[in-house]
């Protein structure tokens, strides 16, 4: 479609744009809030930190307001006003492929959209009062619903959901070349892809230490259940991995 994408086009994209910061927000807050998370042993958690309820509102309403000023210059693509995107090299020095329908975009979005976000709200469903940013012991072992196809959906949910959001928005040559000079955004833009692997890096580590950590009290917790549920079932892709 490119540049010349007809306007229901745009808006459509804008939109998905705008629906998959709406579900971070979501799927990245506790879904029992902060105040909800007592304690009911003390485990050993590498990655948890307490964090004021406050926080996670106020980081809503900024991926909100980004969700919705990425749509703004989606649709006003290649050449948004002024008023919204300030630099005037941002349409020579702008990744096209992350304001248009492109494959990449396209199935970012997909992916965050119709896979990740369910799965994680359905993580969420599933466990109720035992799911917990802050690694607590649970009172059952879940291995119904989602749980019963793989071990640690919300963590395979949050892992597609990082990724996307972090090579969609965290990037140069996004929403950044509207406020950055060229001059400065060139030398940016070279490193960007090693920063960009290095991020997904990071957060697969991330997930690792926390995994790790959780089995530990799961197995601590359940014993010989759990080490069978631990056989029967994968821990991230069912039937894969």
Request: aromatic share 12%; hydrophobic share 50%; proline share 8%.
């Amino acid at each position: 479609m490119g540049f010349m994408a007809s306007p229901l086009s745009r808006i459509v994209l804008g939109l998905a744009v705008f629906a998959i910061n709406v579900l971070w927000s979501i799927c990245s807050a506790p879904p029992q809030g902060t105040a909800a998370e007592p304690a009911r042993g003390t485990v050993k958690d590498h990655i948890g930190r307490p964090i004021h309820g406050g926080i996670y509102q106020l980081a809503a309403l900024s991926h909100a307001t980004t969700g919705l000023y990425y749509a703004i210059v989606i649709y006003a693509y290649p050449s948004p006003p002024r008023l919204i995107c300030p630099q005037s090299g941002f349409a020579r020095i702008s990744n096209p492929e992350l304001f248009t329908w492109s494959p990449f975009l396209a199935t970012a979005l997909f992916l965050a959209i119709f896979i990740a976000a369910p799965i994680r709200i359905a993580a969420f469903r599933n466990l109720g009062t035992n799911f917990t940013f802050m690694l607590r012991e649970p009172d059952r072992l879940v291995t119904t619903g989602v749980h019963a196809y793989m071990q640690h959906p919300s963590y395979t949910a949050l892992a597609i959901l990082m990724n996307a959001m972090l090579w969609i928005h965290v990037r140069f040559d996004g929403l950044a070349a509207c406020w950055i000079p060229p001059s400065l955004l060139q030398p940016l833009i070279m490193v960007q892809p090693y920063m960009m692997v290095g991020g997904s890096i990071a957060i697969m580590g991330m997930f690792y230490v926390r995994v790790r950590d959780e089995e530990r009290m799961l197995k601590a917790s359940f014993g010989k259940t759990w080490e069978e549920y631990n056989r029967q079932t994968k821990r991230f892709i069912p039937g894969v991995f």
